[in-house]
């Protein structure tokens, strides 16, 4: 953890260089690209624009009198159209997809052979009613079925909404029915460890739950077995045969369309859904990917993301694809069969570009650099990390066991809502400073303000902010000037701001202007990578039968960054049969990565003398930092109970 000597590095915090190979052949490379940038805003955005196709050209980069922001305004495109049609001319038989399955199988789509299945797809989607603004579910763990029935949808401006498939049938119900979408894809199953997951039956729990049902359902075939299908009920794979050799026009979309919808978890007990624009998220998606991962056609990427969630979205499928890249998809766990599955996967696919999680990094270091060390992985050109904080150790040993001293590591800071990369070294341009994302990438007004939103001194921790519009801002950002109100606990004070959104992260800036984010400041619990609420983890734990009262607060966790710990006071004193309780209904409500890492029990929660409960207090009390002044309690007298009461983590 911050703090603790194993979270950083032996090694001197020197600035690393980007290495001169790298820096002759990258896409940006000009070391003044900030300063143009800011000079020519907002016109510096076509550089994105141009990226892409469009069928009618806009009028405007961005309308700028305040909110709302509209992007390349006037501007028609089809989002498939730019990712598979337009790069058949140049590259029909390379490879868009290439799929490695959890059971050693593989698969490898060609620019051609994507082009058939999504129209084939969206011809399907269109026969079973989908017309254009319906929104699609789709519940499918990382299959190529899944990028194809995006980019159908896409295609037919029919917006998408992935929904996790690890999330479970109550938090499928939730979602479709706030998108009120009455479309969904699922599969059969799948297989998590070796074990099939039944996922058509947490499927069927979720269309149950649903006022009005679902109009139709189309399931994958993933186990191999046969699964029985009621009358509105479709086998992908019959579907595309029968519509074998169609094509669908690609609709023409306005800049400013949905093109799709993604939920996350803030601050409120319900996921809220997040909206991406056609013409400004799919430009910085694929800017980002060729300014920070440096994508070109003929490399081959690997974003191990899961494509449910944003990171997925923009950097396993829509980024590069609309750069003509071949993009990796992997769908299972990287210690299996192996410790050196990843490696292994880098070496026989000749992978340039890896983009991972902290986590993951932090997993590979424990198990030991033999495992990448038995593999050639020269092929790897760049390296980046999203999701959470990297600890500057995690870093040094990535950008040396891994990218061989030769590759830039780029830490790249950026959310759900901001639809692509905001915070990040560019990989030719800037040192990298182990542990710190960054400067915000050109054009990005990002800035770290104290309370009253005045930009902090250097190595000063304050609030992250953004203080001006950027091209994959979501429709809610664009459309609602009190978005931030609503959605803001911790409030920074931004109205001196034209137009301001406020994070929920926070942050110290260096004298060079690089950012180091240090995590919410919010009620959302960073898990992996993923993003949780605690009041939706608590309201699963409250409705359990022997729960009194339930908190829950993020805790250290060696590998994940941080972890969920649920403190319980309790009618029911088997409390082995209460953990399990617990767990199961936050498996329920959410899905099994949401489920505690630590429970613990006590008589009574702390609470101030009006009665809430101190969650502060207990983060602290979780974290085994100081505690302060406790005599707001009404209760003091627990505070020895709980921290006797948590487990040794050694
Ligand atoms: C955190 C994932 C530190 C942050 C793309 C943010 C990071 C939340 C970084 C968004 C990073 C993401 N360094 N923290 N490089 N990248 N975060 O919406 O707290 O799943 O607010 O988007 O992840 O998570 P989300």
């Given at each position: 953890m911050p703090g603790d000597e194993s979270w950083h590095s032996a090694v001197a915090d020197e600035p690393v260089v980007p290495p001169a190979s790298f820096v002759e052949q990258a896409n940006v490379a000009d070391a003044d690209v900030r300063e143009n940038f800011e000079r020519e805003h907002p016109a510096c955005w076509e550089r994105a624009a141009d990226l892409l196709d469009w069928s009618t050209d806009y009028d405007t980069v961005l309308t700028e009198d305040g909110p709302p922001f509209r992007w390349f305004e006037g501007g028609r495109l089809n989002a498939s159209y730019n990712c598979v049609d337009r790069h058949l001319d140049e590259r029909k038989n390379q490879v868009a997809l290439t799929w490695e399955g959890r059971l050693g199988e593989s698969r490898s789509y060609s620019y051609l052979d994507l082009y058939r299945e999504v129209n084939e797809f969206a011809a399907a989607l269109r026969g079973l009613g989908v017309e254009e603004d319906d929104i699609v579910t789709l519940y499918m763990p990382v299959v190529p079925e899944l990028p194809v029935a995006m980019l159908a949808c896409a295609r037919i401006g029919a917006p998408h909404s992935v929904v996790f498939a690890g999330f479970s049938a109550d938090a499928l119900a939730t979602r479709m029915e706030d998108a009120d979408s009455e479309y969904l894809v699922t599969c059969d199953g799948y297989y998590r460890r070796g074990a099939p997951v039944h996922q058509k039956n947490k499927a069927d729990n979720a269309a149950m739950a649903l006022?009005?049902?679902?109009?139709a359902t189309v399931v994958v075939d993933r186990l191999g077995d046969d699964t029985p299908l009621a009358d509105d009920e479709y086998d992908y794979g019959e579907l595309v045969t029968e519509h074998r050799g169609e094509t669908v026009e690609p609709v023409e979309r306005d800049a400013t369309d949905q093109l799709f919808l993604i939920y996350t978890s803030g601050t409120t007990g319900e996921p809220t859904g997040v909206r991406h624009t056609t013409g400004g998220y799919l430009s910085y998606a694929a800017w980002t990917s060729h300014a920070v991962l440096d994508i070109k056609p003929e490399d081959t990427h690997w974003c191990s993301a899961d494509i449910g969630w944003i990171t997925g979205h923009s950097y396993t499928v829509y980024g590069p694809l609309a750069l003509g890249t071949t993009t990796m998809l992997y769908e299972g766990t990287p210690d299996h069969p192996e410790k050196d599955r990843v490696w292994e996967l880098i070496e026989r696919n000749a992978v340039d570009v890896f983009y991972t999680a902290p986590t993951a990094i932090r997993a590979f270091m424990k198990w030991g650099e033999e495992h990448p060390g038995s593999h050639d992985l020269s092929s790897l050109r760049l390296l980046g990390t999203v999701g959470e904080p990297i600890n500057p150790r995690a870093w040094k040993w990535y950008y040396t066991h891994i990218g061989d001293e030769d590759c830039p590591v780029v830490d790249t800071w950026w959310q759900t809502e901001t639809g692509g990369m905001m915070v990040s070294t560019l990989p030719a341009v800037d040192d990298m400073k182990p542990g710190s994302a960054g400067q915000p990438l050109p054009g990005v007004d990002a800035r770290v303000v104290d309370i009253d939103g005045e930009p902090v001194e250097p190595g000063e921790t304050g609030y992250l902010a953004l203080t001006g519009p950027w091209p994959g801002m979501p429709l809610s950002m664009v459309e609602h000037e009190d978005w931030f109100a609503e959605h803001a606990s911790v409030v920074p004070d931004l109205s001196d701001y034209d137009w301001a959104y406020f994070t929920e992260d926070s942050a110290t800036v260096d004298e060079d202007g690089y950012i180091t984010v240090l995590g919410r400041v919010d009620d959302v619990i960073n898990v992996s990578g993923h993003r949780f609420g605690t009041m939706e983890i608590e309201s699963a734990i409250a409705d359990v039968s022997g729960v009194a009262e339930a908190a829950v607060v993020s805790g250290p966790h060696d590998l994940k960054g941080q972890a969920v710990y649920a403190y319980v006071s309790a009618t029911e004193e088997d409390e082995g049969a209460l953990r399990e309780r617990i767990a199961g209904a936050v498996e329920d409500a959410i899905g099994p990565i949401a489920v505690p890492d630590v429970v613990v029990f006590t008589s009574e929660l702390p609470k101030t003398r009006s009665g809430k409960i101190m969650r502060r207090l207990l983060e602290d009390i979780a974290n085994g930092d100081d505690l302060g002044d406790t005599s707001a309690l009404r209760n003091p007298e627990v505070v020895g109970e709980l921290e006797s009461a948590l487990p040794d983590r050694g």
């Amino acid at each position: 953890m911050p703090g603790d000597e194993s979270w950083h590095s032996a090694v001197a915090d020197e600035p690393v260089v980007p290495p001169a190979s790298f820096v002759e052949q990258a896409n940006v490379a000009d070391a003044d690209v900030r300063e143009n940038f800011e000079r020519e805003h907002p016109a510096c955005w076509e550089r994105a624009a141009d990226l892409l196709d469009w069928s009618t050209d806009y009028d405007t980069v961005l309308t700028e009198d305040g909110p709302p922001f509209r992007w390349f305004e006037g501007g028609r495109l089809n989002a498939s159209y730019n990712c598979v049609d337009r790069h058949l001319d140049e590259r029909k038989n390379q490879v868009a997809l290439t799929w490695e399955g959890r059971l050693g199988e593989s698969r490898s789509y060609s620019y051609l052979d994507l082009y058939r299945e999504v129209n084939e797809f969206a011809a399907a989607l269109r026969g079973l009613g989908v017309e254009e603004d319906d929104i699609v579910t789709l519940y499918m763990p990382v299959v190529p079925e899944l990028p194809v029935a995006m980019l159908a949808c896409a295609r037919i401006g029919a917006p998408h909404s992935v929904v996790f498939a690890g999330f479970s049938a109550d938090a499928l119900a939730t979602r479709m029915e706030d998108a009120d979408s009455e479309y969904l894809v699922t599969c059969d199953g799948y297989y998590r460890r070796g074990a099939p997951v039944h996922q058509k039956n947490k499927a069927d729990n979720a269309a149950m739950a649903l006022d009005d049902g679902v109009e139709a359902t189309v399931v994958v075939d993933r186990l191999g077995d046969d699964t029985p299908l009621a009358d509105d009920e479709y086998d992908y794979g019959e579907l595309v045969t029968e519509h074998r050799g169609e094509t669908v026009e690609p609709v023409e979309r306005d800049a400013t369309d949905q093109l799709f919808l993604i939920y996350t978890s803030g601050t409120t007990g319900e996921p809220t859904g997040v909206r991406h624009t056609t013409g400004g998220y799919l430009s910085y998606a694929a800017w980002t990917s060729h300014a920070v991962l440096d994508i070109k056609p003929e490399d081959t990427h690997w974003c191990s993301a899961d494509i449910g969630w944003i990171t997925g979205h923009s950097y396993t499928v829509y980024g590069p694809l609309a750069l003509g890249t071949t993009t990796m998809l992997y769908e299972g766990t990287p210690d299996h069969p192996e410790k050196d599955r990843v490696w292994e996967l880098i070496e026989r696919n000749a992978v340039d570009v890896f983009y991972t999680a902290p986590t993951a990094i932090r997993a590979f270091m424990k198990w030991g650099e033999e495992h990448p060390g038995s593999h050639d992985l020269s092929s790897l050109r760049l390296l980046g990390t999203v999701g959470e904080p990297i600890n500057p150790r995690a870093w040094k040993w990535y950008y040396t066991h891994i990218g061989d001293e030769d590759c830039p590591v780029v830490d790249t800071w950026w959310q759900t809502e901001t639809g692509g990369m905001m915070v990040s070294t560019l990989p030719a341009v800037d040192d990298m400073k182990p542990g710190s994302a960054g400067q915000p990438l050109p054009g990005v007004d990002a800035r770290v303000v104290d309370i009253d939103g005045e930009p902090v001194e250097p190595g000063e921790t304050g609030y992250l902010a953004l203080t001006g519009p950027w091209p994959g801002m979501p429709l809610s950002m664009v459309e609602h000037e009190d978005w931030f109100a609503e959605h803001a606990s911790v409030v920074p004070d931004l109205s001196d701001y034209d137009w301001a959104y406020f994070t929920e992260d926070s942050a110290t800036v260096d004298e060079d202007g690089y950012i180091t984010v240090l995590g919410r400041v919010d009620d959302v619990i960073n898990v992996s990578g993923h993003r949780f609420g605690t009041m939706e983890i608590e309201s699963a734990i409250a409705d359990v039968s022997g729960v009194a009262e339930a908190a829950v607060v993020s805790g250290p966790h060696d590998l994940k960054g941080q972890a969920v710990y649920a403190y319980v006071s309790a009618t029911e004193e088997d409390e082995g049969a209460l953990r399990e309780r617990i767990a199961g209904a936050v498996e329920d409500a959410i899905g099994p990565i949401a489920v505690p890492d630590v429970v613990v029990f006590t008589s009574e929660l702390p609470k101030t003398r009006s009665g809430k409960i101190m969650r502060r207090l207990l983060e602290d009390i979780a974290n085994g930092d100081d505690l302060g002044d406790t005599s707001a309690l009404r209760n003091p007298e627990v505070v020895g109970e709980l921290e006797s009461a948590l487990p040794d983590r050694g």
